[in-house]
């Protein structure tokens, strides 16, 4: 059963362009949650997300930032006209479906500078 | 923000324990306590997790208090690889919630 996967694992853009990262969750799982690790900082929850559903986006920026989770395909965090203080480790964790305390499982995290 | 105190670094000698506390002095009734560690940069990594009885896994061993107003993450013979940041978290209730990071402490295992 592969782990979580995040492409790419390295995004370079210039400000004002746009990211776009994925996540495929682990096979089964269908509650996928966004994190952001600023430099030297740790990390901070953005938005938790079901098919097709976003639960919670409390901790999402409320400008040039969202996210979805499509019934087919990875999820997707979209960062639209990026600017320096973008620039960060972003992690996407799953877990399966139904209540109870399941652990998160992280992927490796995709790296974004922006020049 | 976290609601847990843990101490910002701690070092250990390769083979003996590490032990890892934290301080979680409001936790609620139905409250788990989390570990989870980073290794330099990667994406974060489970370790364990209890509610009041003490817990052991491959990885490590949970000591609760009986309070339930602090524990410790007992890593019985660190290794180099053990090496990274520990994060203490404590998680409501109610199933598939986000898990709220603090500061952690990192634990360098010495040769």
């Known amino acids: 059963n592969a782990g979580v996967m995040q492409n790419p694992r390295h995004l370079v853009r210039r400000r004002g362009q746009e990211a776009r990262l994925r996540c495929s969750p682990m096979?089964?799982?269908?509650?996928v949650y966004w994190y952001r690790q600023l430099p030297e900082e740790g990390l901070k929850f953005m938005v938790y997300l079901q098919k097709e559903n976003i639960i919670d986006e409390s901790g999402m920026p409320k400008e040039r930032f969202s996210a979805e989770f499509p019934k087919e395909g990875p999820s997707i965090l979209r960062i639209q006209q990026v600017v320096r203080g973008d620039s960060a480790a972003y992690f996407c964790?799953?877990?399966?479906?139904?209540?109870?305390?399941?652990?998160?499982?992280f992927g490796p995290g995709t790296r974004l500078t922006v020049l | 923000d976290a609601k847990t105190t843990q101490p910002p670094s701690m070092d250990c000698a390769e083979g003996r324990a590490a032990n890892l506390p934290c301080n979680h002095s409001?936790?609620?009734?139905?409250?788990?306590v989390y570990w989870y560690r980073q290794i330099h940069s990667q994406g974060p990594q489970y370790i364990i997790h209890g509610l009041k009885n003490n817990e052991t896994n491959e990885m490590a061993s949970l000591i609760i208090t009986e309070d339930r107003k602090s524990s410790t993450l007992i890593l019985p013979h660190a290794t180099l690889r053990d090496t990274a940041v520990y994060y203490c978290?404590?998680?409501?209730?109610?199933?598939?919630?986000?898990?709220?990071f603090g500061k952690g402490t990192r634990l360098s295992v010495i040769a």
């Open positions: 978290i404590v998680r409501p209730g109610s199933g598939n919630t986000p898990l709220v």
């Open positions: 409001t936790i609620s009734g139905n409250e788990y």
């Open positions: 964790a799953s877990s399966p479906p139904g209540l109870g305390y399941n652990e998160q499982f």
């Open positions: 096979k089964g799982h269908s509650h």
